[in-house]
């Protein structure tokens, strides 16, 4: 249980928030998760689609740098899905 003190400090740092950052806190009091913005998702596709594509691509023609292509555009992938969940 806090303390009033605690409590009237928090109630400050909560006025604040909500002068500060509005839609957030409006969000945030209402329980919805935001949605990821539109452009974002597009880019997450992109990389996943390329990534998918420059591998099979370098495995049916043969060809070294597009597989390794593929792999580094993988990676990418990898990391932006990373950094997508870690602000979920």
């Known amino acids: 249980m806090l303390s009033h003190h ?4 928090l109630e400050k ?3 604040w928030f909500e ?3 509005p839609a ?3 969000r945030l009091r209402s329980g919805r998760p935001a949605r990821p ?3 974002r998702l597009a880019l997450v596709l ?3 689609i390329t990534a998918g594509l420059l ?3 370098g495995i049916v023609v043969n060809s070294p740098a597009l597989l390794l292509m593929g792999m580094i555009t993988v990676t990418a992938a ?3 899905h990373i950094s997508r969940f870690g602000r979920d």
């Open 46 to 48: 992109t990389v996943d």
């Open 37 to 39: 913005p539109l452009l």
């Open 78 to 80: 990898v990391i932006v």
């Open 6 to 9: 605690d409590r009237q400090e």
């Open 19 to 21: 002068l500060t950052e």
């Open 55 to 57: 591998m099979l691509l």
């Open 13 to 15: 740092i909560e006025r």
């Open 24 to 26: 957030l806190a409006a």
